[in-house]
């Protein structure tokens, strides 16, 4: 399945919940075994995605295309440290706006990307050259 921004992840780009600059910033792996229950009406982070595997985001930018009419959001190369075997097969990752616990943290998007099985070693996330980036929002 293709990922998608959480309809929560978006109302709050747009109205300033999320400051994609200065919040924390995490992605967390998800499993093909589970990304299709993962629902973009979803408004926590609790119950998505492998945890313990947070990496916190770097080198958050914001670009506006007024070519294609979207916002594209994007952060630097990074990897999910020690991923163990146990976990299963990874083909996306969830990225969100950290606060305090899943309970209050913020579902942004869901991003697909290969797929890996995990033995032990970091997975590394290389993300798309500007203006691709992470995701995007159609204005």
Do not use: C
């Amino acid at each position: 399945m293709a990922g998608f921004v959480f309809n929560e992840g978006a109302d709050s780009l747009l109205d300033g919940t999320i400051n994609w600059a200065s919040d924390t910033i995490k992605a967390r792996p998800v499993t093909t075994a589970t990304e299709a229950a993962v629902s973009k009406d979803a408004t926590v982070m609790t119950g998505i995605g492998s945890t313990g595997y947070d990496v916190t985001l770097g080198t958050k930018t914001r670009v506006k295309d007024d070519t294609t009419d979207r916002v594209y959001y994007d952060v630097a190369d990074f990897a999910f440290a020690a991923v163990l075997g146990a976990v299963g097969e990874v083909n996306h990752f969830v990225v969100f706006k950290f606060v305090t616990n899943d309970a209050a943290s913020i579902p942004i998007a869901k991003v697909a990307m290969t797929a890996i099985t995990p033995n032990g070693g970091d997975i590394n996330v290389a993300v798309a050259a500007p203006p691709a980036g992470l995701f995007y929002t159609q204005q």
